[in-house]
C-alpha cells in the first residue's frame, strides 16, 4: 500500500519516527515537498516528488497523476487541512478538514469555542494595523500570528503603544500575515497528548513546560506528566470534543489557573522537537506505527499496554546571542545512574545565527528518561553543567 507523506522541512520525527515505522507497516513511502533537494539528501532511499504542498490543489493533482494513495499523512502544522482535503477527496480515512482549520487559525478556535460556550478569551484577529487605535484589549495581551507555530513572533504586551510596535514588527516580517491579540491566560504551562480513531481515545500523558521570561514564550524545557488531575484532563478534552478533535495525534498546550483548565493552542499533529521520539520510547509502545495505522483506517486497541513507571525530562540549550556557533558538543547516547541520556545538537559548528526567540534559537535538545524524577533532573543538569557552547558575534 502507498501513503503519500507530505512535508516541508526535514524533521527528525520523519527521519527517526515515521518513516522506519513505515517500513516497518510494509508501507510503500512518496514524500510529497516544494523543497525536493533538501529531502534528498536526508532520505535518499525514499521516493520525493516536488509539489507545491501548500495548496491542496496540487496535492491531489500529483496524486492522482502518479500511484494510485492508500493513505495520505503528515504531521507537519502547516500541512494538515492540505492533508485532509486530499485525502476526503480520494475516499480515505483521515482527520476533518473543517477541524484541522479549526485548530490551526487560532482566531477561529477562540471564536468556535466562544460559539459553543466551551470557553470564553478576549481576543480579536488584526489584518489592518489601522484599526489598532480602536481596540481596548485587556493588558497585558499576547500578539501572536493567526497561523504560527513554535511560539515564533508570539510576545506579550503591557500597552497601546508596545501593540502597535509590535504588530508592526511582526508585520513587517511577515507581510500581510494576519494576527491575533487575545487576553493573557496566566498559569502553568502544561501539554496533553492524545491519539483516536474517531471512536477511541488515548490520554499518553503530557508534559509540563517552561518558559523564557516575558515578553517571549521560548519553550526551555519540559518534564512529562504521566497523568494529570482528572478534572483538569475531563476540562481539556471537552474542549477538544468542542472543537471536534478525535483522530490520529493531537498536542494540546494550555494553562492551569486556580484550578481551571484553558487551552493556549491546539496542534493537530503529535508533539514536535523530539517529544514524539521520548514519548515512544518512555511509554515503550509503537508510537508511530499507531499514528500511521489510524491514517490506514485501522482501530486502536483498547488498551496500548503503554509503560506507566517512567519519569522523563528534555532541555533545550538555546543561543542568548546571535552570532556564529564556534564549539559545541557533539551527539551523545549515555547511560548514567540508570538515565538514559541521548543529546542530539540542532546546529552545526561554523552555522551563523540571528535571535529568533522561538525554537530556531535551540542549539541542541537533550532527552533523559528513567523512573525517578529526582535522578532523572539530576543527571540531566549535572550533563549540562559539563558541556560548552560558544558563539562569537
Known amino acids: 500500500m502507498r501513503m503519500y507523506l507530505l512535508a516541508l522541512n526535514p524533521t527528525d520525527s520523519v527521519t527517526e ?55 495520505v499523512f503528515t504531521n507537519s502544522d502547516h500541512l494538515q487541512t492540505q492533508a485532509a482535503l486530499a485525502a476526503d477527496y480520494f475516499g480515505l480515512f483521515g482527520k476533518d478538514w473543517w477541524v484541522t482549520l479549526r485548530t490551526k487559525d487560532k482566531a477561529e478556535m477562540r471564536r468556535h469555542l466562544t460559539s459553543v460556550g466551551a470557553d470564553t478569551v478576549w481576543s480579536t484577529e488584526v489584518t489592518d494595523l489601522a484599526g489598532l487605535a480602536a481596540l481596548d484589549p485587556p493588558y497585558p495581551c499576547v500578539v501572536k500570528p493567526r497561523e504560527g507555530v513554535a511560539s515564533e513572533d508570539v510576545v506579550l ?30 498559569g502553568e504551562l502544561y501539554t496533553l497528548e ?10 499518553l500523558g503530557g508534559f509540563h513546560t517552561w518558559v523564557s521570561p516575558p515578553p ?3 519553550e526551555e ?35 492551569v489557573h486556580e484550578g481551571r483548565a484553558r487551552i493556549i493552542e491546539v496542534n493537530y499533529r503529535a508533539i514536535g522537537d523530539q517529544c514524539d521520539l521520548l514519548l515512544a520510547r518512555l511509554l515503550e509502545i509503537p508510537l508511530f506505527e499507531h499514528i500511521l495505522r489510524t491514517h490506514l483506517g485501522e482501530r486502536l486497541p483498547e488498551d496500548l499496554g503503554a509503560r506507566c513507571d517512567g ?15 564556534t564549539a559545541a558538543p557533539a551527539a551523545a547516547e549515555l547511560t548514567v545512574d540508570g538515565v538514559q541520556l541521548t543529546y542530539r545538537p540542532l546546529r552545526e559548528v561554523g552555522e551563523r545565527h540571528e535571535v529568533y526567540h522561538t525554537n530556531r534559537d535551540f542549539l541542541g535538545v537533550l532527552r533523559a528518561i528513567g523512573t525517578d524524577q529526582e535522578a532523572v533532573d539530576r543527571v540531566v543538569a549535572e550533563f549540562l553543567a559539563g558541556q560548552r557552547w560558544e558563539i562569537q558575534r
Request: with cysteine; glycine share 8%.
Open 17 to 71: 519516527g515515521f518513516l522506519p515505522a513505515a517500513a516497518r507497516l510494509g508501507l510503500d513511502i512518496t514524500l510529497l515537498t516544494d523543497q525536493p533537494d533538501a529531502h534528498r539528501r536526508v532520505y535518499p532511499e525514499i521516493e520525493i516528488l516536488e509539489c507545491d504542498v501548500r495548496d491542496f490543489r496540487a496535492v491531489v493533482t500529483r496524486i492522482s497523476t502518479h500511484h494510485r494513495p492508500g493513505a
Open 157 to 186: 504586551v503591557d500597552g497601546p503603544e508596545e501593540l502597535l510596535a509590535r504588530c508592526t514588527e511582526i508585520q513587517s516580517r511577515r507581510s500581510g500575515a494576519a494576527l491575533v491579540v487575545e487576553e493573557y491566560l496566566p
Open 194 to 203: 492524545t491519539l483516536g480513531d474517531g471512536h477511541v481515545r488515548h490520554v
Open 216 to 218: 517571549y514564550f521560548i
Open 221 to 255: 524545557g519540559l518534564t512529562f506528566v504521566a497523568a494529570h488531575p482528572e478534572p483538569i484532563v475531563a476540562q481539556v478534552l471537552a474542549q477538544l470534543d468542542a472543537l471536534g478533535v478525535g483522530f490520529g495525534a493531537c498536542h494540546t498546550e494550555f494553562v
Open 311 to 325: 519519569a522523563a525530562r528534555l532541555e533545550y540549550p538555546c543561543a542568548e546571542s546571535a552570532g556564529t556557533l
